[in-house]
Structures are given as C-alpha cells and as structure tokens.
C-alpha cells in the first residue's frame, strides 16, 4: 500500500510535524512572509522540496504599483541607462520604481526578498543576474514575475531575458578592422562569468576566421570590464614583441584605460594603433579621437523588459522567452589603416 509519505507528496500538516513547526510558520514560509526565522525557512524550504509539496504562487489580489529593479552595482553609465528606460516606461503606465544595488547570494537574498513580500511589488526586473533554481523558486512563490535583463549564463526555460545581439556586435567589430587591412588584432576580454563576453569573444573568433586570420591567443588577454583593466589588458598587448596594430575592447569603459595606455607608450590613435569598443556610452563621443564602437541599444532593452513585464501583468501569455535587440556599429576617429 502506497501512503503519502511513501509517494513524496504532503500536506502541509505533515510539512509542519516534520519540520517540527506550526501549520501557520510552514503556510508563511510557503507564502514567502518575512517573520520566519532564517533557520526555520531553511528547514521547511528543505523538507518541502524533499516531499515534493506542490506550491501554488501566492494571489496577487490587488496591485502596489511598484516595480522592483535590482543590479550588482550602479556605479556605471550602463545601469544608469537601465534605470532611465525603466522608469521611463514605468511612470508612463502609473507605476513607481524600487531600485536596489545588492549581490544576490545566499547572504543576502532574503533580507531583500523579505522586503519585497512586505511591499507586495507587482515585478521584478533584474539586471546582469544569475540566480540558482531555489533563488528562482522564492521570487516566484511570492506570485511575483521576474524579467532579467542581460543575464549571466544561460536561464532556465521558465524566465523571459532581454538582451543584445553581443556575439553580432562583436562580429562588426572585428569585421571593421579587418576590413581596414589590420591582421593583428588584440582582444581585451570582459567578466568571465557574464554570457555577453564569451559572446563578444566568439563574435571576435568568428570574424577573425571568416576573414581568414588564424586566431593567436597571445593577442586575446583578460579583463573584467572596468577602465583599468583595459589599460593592464592594452600594456600587455604592446609588450608583445610584435605588437598588435588593433585592439578590440570588451566594452567602452576598457576602452577609455585603452587610450590612457596607448599615450603613455607614446602611441597614437588611431596612427599608430586603432580602438574599437562597446557600448556606445557618452563619452566614447566626446573623448579625442571620438571612439569607434559598437551601439548597444541599453535604453531600448531597458524599455523592453519593462513593456514586456505590464504585458505579463495584463495576463499576456504570448511573450516569448528571449528578446534580442540588434547592435549598431558607430565609426568615429579611433579607427584608421594601420600604417605601412
């Protein structure tokens, strides 16, 4: 005879007997409150996944009108971009905008989490996120939709993303100084941990071989997207004994450490070396030469994840999972022949 406790499957009363807690502390773990002691959600959370409860998300009886917004960090012109298409969108359909600046490990998820059910927010955008399966599974038992924008590493199938066309941009890039007559062309290479740079560098391999130029790995050095990383990253490429004639950089802030690096050995640009970044930000348009780049339409994505989350709120159940938007390739004065 099969009960039960043989088949997996529970009730809550039996959840609580296990846990050797109240009905009401495992109906408030099940229901995401925040007066749980962290010790206790644990052992619930555990049993119930080991049980294989059948959660059902908390209703969302009314909405709050506010939309949460979470980042790594907001020291950057990219998040800063992210805020303005977001709000942009967002006060136009009547909602407020909670922005936070948190890492989203194990330490700190669940006070963020715990304030996120007290405020009862209608969404969840996230920004340049990873988030493990029982992460997933504690947003979602809270009844609230979650949209990540230019995530980290591949998503599950059962959270929409919305990013760029990184390995197409990365392609142009590389295409461009090609197309210029360099052959020898360094890579500066962005966070390994951020899908959009193992994109770039894929998009910078294959145009590399699409225009018959045998990839040399001493010209592909790391970095990890901040100015001065590109610099460390540009001083190694022109130690090299043949140095390269052209730098392709992870993204526009690496390649402003770029520059900073080329003038310090002398160097001229695009003269002497020629500079391509990624992004498109500000200042690649007024820093002397103007920085050849690649347009990542930051703004636009922004807007994007936010229209795309009032349609799941409105019940709209045709969205797809991924959304790419395309990349532009911006010429200015950074990029030139190499000289003969």
Known sequence: ??????????????????????????????????HVAAATRAKVEEIIAKRDYARRPAKRSKKAGLIDLVFPGMGSEWACEIIEGVERVAQEAGY????????????????????????????????????????IQRIKSLGIPVILIDPVGQPGPDLMTVGAA????????????????????????????????SAREDGYLAALRRGGVEADSALMVPGDFSTES????????????????????????????????????????????????????????????????????????????????LRHLEGDEELPQRIELGTELVVRGSTAAPAS
């Open 166 to 197: 990184n390995w197409d941009g990365a392609f142009s890039a590389t295409e461009h100084l090609l197309k210029l007559g360099h052959t020898r062309i360094g890579m500066i290479g962005g966070r390994e941990d951020l899908q959009c740079s």
């Open 96 to 135: 407020g905008t909670v922005v936070s600046s948190l890492s989203l490990d194990g330490s700190r998820i669940r006070p963020w989490l715990a304030n996120l059910a007290e405020r009862k927010s209608d969404g969840v955008l996230l920004a340049v996120y990873e988030l493990d399966s029982k992460q």
């Open 230 to 309: 590109g610099a460390r990253g540009t001083e190694a490429l022109l130690a090299l004994p043949e140095r390269p004639t052209a730098i392709f950089t992870g993204n526009d802030a690496q390649a402003l450490g770029a520059y900073r690096a080329a003038r310090s050995a002398g160097l001229r640009i695009p003269e002497d070396l020629s500079i391509i970044g990624f992004d498109d930000i500000p200042a690649a348009e007024w820093i002397e030469p103007g920085l050849t780049t690649i347009r990542q339409p930051v703004v636009q994505m922004a807007e994007t994840a936010m229209r795309a989350l």
């Open 1 to 34: 005879m099969v009960t039960k406790q043989d088949s997996g499957r529970a009730t809550i009363s039996e959840i609580a007997r296990e846990a050797g807690v109240s009905v009401p502390t495992v109906s408030k773990v099940l229901n995401g409150h925040a």
